[in-house]
């Protein structure tokens, strides 16, 4: 190994992701600073005949980041900037764009956006991801017609299989090829299946250092927020008026009670707007989410005593989710885009785990799928005393073009199972719940725990119809299996290579 690589690298280093579920001690953790660096080290890699695997912010609860040799933290590529236009085709020489390091943390690359008056179309429920990771993974956000992360990339950098940088994009991408330097040491490749497969690909392909997307003049949203209970909700799902708005509003989610209190479930219903920025309101109120959301995002904590510490009866449990709830909800809260796209609890943040299935979009769907839940909630506590943690989210997805996306090719119903992880039970409730949800037809959502599907290969190969051709890409981006990961293998997604099933 030569000096550059001695000192970027360490031994006998473990890393841990947020919830400390998935733990990795590699042979060799590397902090690259430039894509030169990524190169040698996967050159190194394949010398001795090991594999190389990235990790962001390390929120993903999955073992995507799992294996044994060599590891790269990306945190030192972290830079952000407007996308130069001039290799750009004439077709995209309107449209908005910014570039981002793959370590960007999503937090900073919304905060530099905003300095220069753009903002992302839509993002995940917490903004401290990495974009990579969030890309990786098919992080979604909520938005019946509004793109997940995936599907707001626009090319892609990448150093693959003996060092060799590319540039990723679909067949009509932004890069003009005329335009293109061919001598600067980077293929541009322009083929759907290859960009369509490696925006979400688990690191599967290469070592992605930069990333381009397409953003928006940033925008100011309007928040409401509001309590339900599941017998109306449910009343408004069948008739189609709840439908209707999720169609015609910006961003509709709900969360939902699994337990009864007082003969019913609660729902906390959030609704979002784009507003003109002449109707922002002035006033320090409006500018603030309810005080008590605030204090109560804290909640978990609560929660988590309940159940680990004082040993309350389950009623506490229940009542405190119905608390949590109540104390989220506020008529009206106006902000910057990132900042009402933001909605999460620092507690969830450092403790959270969950499993999360996607559905077809449909009112009959997500009745029967939540009452599913409902039931094993009363199941877990009624016959194996297992409480669950939090409420359940239900969010709302555009059909997206990443072949391994949950969401491919269909509007799709994104149904979640939070824990705190830690607590009684955690993981076999998460369990249990794959197995229903798999039983109902869910498809995963790969940045959450998903242990179960391990045993469910050929179930993950009927969901996807563009599997096959993920994989062909993936043998031919990586013939040596230098990126291989042990999830892609656990997963069934490995293909064909020599001591691998």
């Not at 799902?237 to 969360?255: C, H, I, Q, T, Y």
């Not at 904590?301 to 009542?319: A, D, G, Q, R």
């Not at 669950?388 to 239900?394: A, D, F, G, L, T």
């Not at 969401?407 to 939070?418: F, L, N, S």
Request: charged share 25%.
């Amino acid at each position: 190994m030569n000096s550059r690589l001695s000192k970027i690298s360490r031994t006998r280093y473990t890393w841990f992701n947020t919830t400390r579920n998935v733990e990795v001690t590699p042979e060799k953790f590397f902090f690259p600073e430039t894509k030169e660096d990524i190169a040698e080290i996967v050159k190194e890699a394949e010398r001795r005949g090991v594999r190389v695997r990235a990790v962001g912010s390390g929120h993903s609860f999955s073992e995507a980041a799992k294996g044994q040799d060599f590891l790269l933290s990306m945190k030192n590529l972290d830079k952000v900037w407007i996308t130069e236009r001039d290799t750009l085709r004439e077709d995209y020489r309107n449209m908005h764009m910014a570039t981002a390091e793959a370590g960007t943390i999503i937090k900073k690359l919304t905060r530099v956006l905003d300095k220069e008056n753009y903002g992302l179309i839509n993002m995940g429920v917490i903004d401290v991801q990495t974009i990579s990771g969030a890309m990786m993974t098919g992080t979604h956000g909520t938005g019946i017609n509004k793109p997940s992360i995936p599907d707001m990339v626009l090319s892609l950098k990448m150093v693959g299989t003996k060092g060799q940088f590319y540039q990723i994009e679909p067949k009509n991408g932004i890069t003009d090829p005329e335009k293109f330097d061919h001598n600067a040491g980077i293929e541009l490749i322009q083929r759907d299946d290859v960009f369509y497969s490696t925006i979400l690909s688990f690191g599967g392909m290469g070592i992605v250092y930069e990333i381009t997307m397409q953003v928006i003049p940033q925008y100011w949203m309007k928040e409401t927020r509001y309590l339900m209970k599941w017998s109306a909700l449910k009343e408004q799902l069948r008739d189609g008026s709840f439908m209707k708005k999720v169609n015609e509003k910006d961003f509709v989610a709900f969360r939902i009670n699994p337990y009864e209190v007082k003969k019913d479930h609660r729902c906390a219903v959030v609704e979002q707007e784009i507003i003109p920025p002449e109707k922002n309101p002035i006033g320090l109120f409006a500018h603030m989410r309810n005080i008590l959301s605030s204090v109560f995002g804290e909640l978990e904590y609560l929660i988590e005593s309940s159940i680990e510490k004082f040993k309350k009866k389950p009623s506490t449990v229940k009542k405190t989710i119905n608390t949590g709830l109540w104390a989220t909800q506020k008529f009206v809260y106006y902000n910057k885009s990132h900042k009402v796209l933001y909605q999460c609890g620092s507690a969830v943040i450092r403790y959270g785990i969950s499993s999360e299935f996607a559905f077809d979009a449909k009112a009959e769907k997500i009745i029967e799928v939540l009452d599913a839940v409902i039931a094993k909630a009363k199941w877990n506590a009624d016959e194996a005393d297992l409480y669950q943690s939090s409420h359940v989210p239900v969010r709302f997805v555009r059909a997206s073009d990443a072949y391994l996306s949950s969401a491919h090719c269909r509007e799709t119903v994104y149904i979640d199972i939070p824990l705190l992880y830690g607590t009684t039970g955690d993981t076999e409730i998460l369990e249990g719940y794959q197995k229903m949800m798999i039983g109902l037809g869910g498809i995963p959502h790969w940045g959450k725990h998903n242990m179960q599907l391990y045993l469910n290969n050929d179930f993950i190969r009927k969901q996807f119809e563009r599997v096959d051709d993920w994989i062909a890409v993936r043998q031919e981006m990586d013939p040596k299996g230098t990126f291989l990961n042990d999830f892609i293998i656990k997963m069934g997604l490995s293909g064909s290579y020599a001591g691998i099933d």
